[in-house]
């Protein structure tokens, strides 16, 4: 079956299962890896990029269904001019990641909370980021990135 | 884990939705955002012939203020429920509830219709639409027609719907701040070890509970005391009555009995018993 989609700006088209995962799509049609498969359960979050700006959790969605949506990946992210986006910027600058895993999908989840929510409180960050775990347990700096971004974000606009 | 293999219908309109239903019977499922569904489809619990798609029937994503009742279209995400302006102004407590299920990526996808006419007595919508007594509004190849929520959930996973029915509408009775919601979770996200939602209305007192039994349940022994007069705390009391929990890693059969009436207290005392 055909799914035409926009992923990270660029137009894709390809002839799929019906069963593919969004995930799988993501990753071993269009080689976009950075997008982790985690729990695989719709538990863990690694697996989150954003469809039409909203996060989800791309292991529940199957491909067919984001046929005509707008995908962002995390290697959509970084700036026109190669600057790392304000997100993943504040992750480095408060060393919000030990293994790296959770890494991907904490930023996708970050960027449409803060849509969502420009001037989000401590509490806000870890209520709004209740689907994505961290196994390293490092939730102390990267709620700090968030906050930190949200300041960065204002700044931008 | 990649689900068994089907076909997929991208469904262009109610009427072609219900048509290719009335076509497939039980060997299709309806998709909506797939919460449910696809989690089922990928442990093999689930494996129907045809998928078909109607998460994109925008007609059916709304929240509207009707004279009596609050209407949601079925394929409202639970976010958007959360949100709404006029939910959270005359349906406060579904607005609440809709925002407590899974977490923001979940709520993202999942839809109300989707979440009910799934029929799992862990998941928190039903027991608030038990509470309200709500309505649902459903259509098939002979027109609509209307269920009260209470005669909708008949058994584990089974709910009043015929195979070529579609949950429209979800119709709630206006209500204002007199609510309370209680879930035990272990991690945030997590389905309910146990639930209860009790809302105070100008019809008296309503109270649900999640994952009590192999259906949503009402707690009618505790509405039929607090309109007798009874305090929270008495009511309450009576909150495991006719309920069938089941035992599992969570907790045994006593330890939900026993939590569900903590909940129910809370519940009652926040919706001002």
């Known amino acids: 079956m055909k799914v035409e989609m926009t992923v990270n700006g660029t137009a894709e088209s390809h002839d799929v299962e019906p069963r593919t995962l969004l995930v799988h799509y993501l990753r071993d049609t269009l080689g976009l890896t950075g997008t982790n498969i985690g729990c695989d359960t719709t538990s863990c979050g690694a697996c989150t990029v954003l469809v039409n700006g909203q996060s989800v959790k791309s292991c529940t969605v199957l491909a067919v269904q984001a046929s005509g949506d707008d995908v962002t990946t995390i290697e959509g992210m970084a700036l026109a001019d190669g600057r790392m986006h304000p997100v993943q910027q504040a992750f480095q600058d408060c060393h919000g990641l030990q293994c790296g895993y959770c890494t991907p999908g904490m930023v996708m989840a970050i960027t449409s909370l803060l849509k969502e929510n420009p001037e989000p409180s401590e509490e806000d960050v870890r209520v709004g980021l209740e689907g994505n775990l961290c196994r390293c347990t490092g939730y102390h700096n990267i709620v700090e990135a968030a906050l930190v971004a949200s300041r960065s974000l204002e700044m931008h606009q | ?273």
């Open chain 2, 1 to 273: 884990m990649i689900p068994a293999s089907f076909d997929y219908v991208r469904a262009g309109s109610l009427d072609e939705a219900i048509a290719l239903l009335k076509e497939h019977g039980d060997e299709a499922k309806l998709l909506a955002g797939g919460h449910s569904l696809l989690p089922l489809m990928k442990l093999r619990l689930a494996q129907p012939a045809m998928l078909v798609d109607i998460g994109r029937l925008s007609e059916l994503s709304y929240v509207r203020e009707e004279k009596e009742y609050v209407a949601v279209g079925a394929l409202t995400r639970h976010h958007d429920v959360a949100t709404s302006p006029v939910a959270l102004a005359s349906a406060p407590v579904l607005a609440h509830v809709a925002g407590q299920i899974g977490d923001p990526q979940v709520r993202h996808r999942g839809t109300i219709g989707g979440s009910i006419s799934h029929g799992d007595p862990a998941s928190d919508l039903p027991a608030v639409l038990l509470a309200l007594g709500g309505t649902l509004v459903v259509e098939g190849p002979k027109g609509r027609r209307e269920i009260d929520a209470k005669d909708f959930f008949l058994s584990f996973f089974e709910v009043a719907l015929a195979p070529e029915e579609v949950v429209v509408e979800v119709r709630v009775p206006r209500s204002d701040g007199h609510w309370g919601f209680e879930k035990l979770t272990k991690r945030a996200q997590d389905w309910a070890i146990v639930g209860a939602v009790a809302v105070r209305t100008s019809n008296g007192v309503g109270v649900g509970l999640i994952n009590m039994g192999p259906v949503p349940l009402r707690a009618k022994a505790v509405e039929e005391a607090v309109a007798s007069g009874a305090n929270a705390v008495d009511a309450a009391e009576l909150a495991a009555e006719g309920t069938e929990p089941s035992a599992d890693f969570n907790g045994t059969v006593a330890y939900r009995q026993h939590v569900a009436k903590v909940l129910v207290r809370r519940a009652l005392e926040k919706a001002g018993v």
